[in-house]
């Protein structure tokens, strides 16, 4: 959980809400499934915040106040082309301090979900976990990849998604193809590798099978923070819902992770998936459907 | 109509058979209606690259020969990511004494599809039709773009179809958004915009409506000349065989086009187009219906 302050061609936001946690656990609330946040914030957090969170039922008692610091800042200004950006400022704050601790109600979890942050962490809340769950996703970015490789792989061998953009792909792999890079990702350890392209769709690999989901085609995007964390907590908070995790699920999750993410970068930071309500999502898969449907004869 | 040299990471090629109306006719040709090409060759072409096209049904009355002079070549360099290459050396012998004549049985022709040419010539081929045909289709590159804009408009208002990729599109319109460009270039003319984008497939826009077309997902493409002739053959030789243009054949028409390119980037240069049959073509459109199919619940 997060304060940013963002820059896009499109205009500029004082500090506001941000974290992978609040942007998976925003899209994960819209589905059934109980869903809880294990994280940290300083006394500067709003409770306005909190109860905006607690109003879409998220559990938060696992995130973890320590006063007298601040909530973990960052801030970038993206390049015109929005897919590049160049961060000014991040302040780590209470976040060179957390420990996490897994609530005992959440340790049979049946999704955990590890958002991007330092593989320690994520191999911390793993090792707390009383039961083995249905399915253990993680993302990662190139910091980690470049500093904590070690380590990394460590927690890549424990997961059974992978969600990554296709750059770090090919930096993990040491690969240029994304099919390659897929399989090498596969023989690490996750069953299923997902790879983000932003504007070009994600590609869903699970043995020989490969899902190619597209990117709805925005004639703007406004803001792309968050796009990745609402992606992937589409995906699980659709999964939660599935009484059995097949590929044919995961497909349709991802999907539902596009669309979700196609609405986060519609307007600045959280500010979308916080109106978002069912209907529309569902309004937008259908346009999903119609993009990719064709016939053969 | 052309002979290449083409260097890959792959691998390197002497001189070979290439050119868009070599790909585009050998694509087209696996569908029933008659095809014919327009085009110029020099006396050192090959009877061999002749009869192979010709048993492939290509009616050729439309090539004149030049005596004493060559045929078109290129040849190129693809760099490690093979989406980027340099033109190694450009010989343009017969192209600058290319005045096409369409002979008087193609001047009734149901699709014309204008090749990535000097638009002088596009539209001298336009010209010369008695009917106006139900569809015609034109390609162009960023050479034409920077050099002829003004003729290049000229041939963009009078085309049914424009399949160009997205650095081309972003370059005619001056905007970074496809969909904004593909608006833009639906204001000049056509009602059809293709954009393709390599290994990200094509996006295929008609008034309000938008296809996306995967590209396959491919351990690695070998050579990725002629993949958007290829795309563009495959795209008219479908159309060709259908009672009505509509976006829903057009659709179609944009899968069996990348299905089409997904061959021709496998070999070097024409190979796998020559070597192609109906039931590989078939086995691999069932590919891309599952690359892209998913459920809604």
Chains 1, 2 share one sequence.
Not at 25 to 53: M, N, P, T
Not at 112 to 139: E, F, I, Y
Request: aromatic share 8%.
């Amino acid at each position: 959980m997060a304060y940013d302050a963002i820059e896009t061609p499109f205009g500029k936001t004082g500090k506001i809400l941000g974290g992978c946690a609040t942007y998976i656990g925003l899209a994960a609330s819209l589905f059934k499934a109980k869903c809880g946040i294990v994280s940290v914030i300083g006394d500067d957090f709003e409770q306005a915040h909190l109860d905006l969170l607690k109003a879409r039922k998220l559990d938060l008692s696992g995130v973890e106040t320590i006063q007298g610091e601040k909530t973990f800042f960052w801030s970038g200004k993206y390049h015109n082309d929005l897919n590049t950006r160049t961060t000014m400022e991040t302040q780590l704050n209470v976040l060179t301090k957390f420990k996490p601790v897994v609530p005992d109600y959440f340790k049979d979890a049946s999704i955990v979900l590890l958002g991007n942050l330092d593989p320690n962490l994520q191999l911390a809340v793993l090792n707390q976990l009383s039961h083995k769950p249905t399915l253990v996703v993680m993302d990662t970015m190139n910091f980690w990849i470049e500093s904590y490789r070690e380590k990394l792989d460590e927690v890549i061998g424990k997961v059974d998604v992978i969600s990554i953009n296709d750059e770090e792909a090919r930096m993990i792999t040491s690969t240029h193809s994304l099919v390659e890079a897929a399989k090498k990702l596969q023989q690490m350890g996750p069953k299923y590798v997902i790879i983000k392209k932003g504007e070009h769709g994600a590609l869903l690999f699970h043995e020989n099978q490969i899902f190619c989901a597209p990117a709805l085609p925005l004639e703007n995007v406004f803001d792309p923070t968050g796009a990745g964390d609402s992606f992937i907590g589409g995906f699980v908070g659709h999964l939660s819902q599935c009484k059995n995790v097949s590929f044919e699920e995961m497909k349709t999750a991802t999907i539902i992770g596009s669309a979700m993410a196609s609405f986060t970068v519609q307007k600045f930071g959280t500010k979308s998936l916080e109106e978002l309500i069912l209907p529309e999502l569902k309004e937008r898969l259908d346009i999903f459907k119609s993009l990719t449907e064709f016939e053969l004869t």
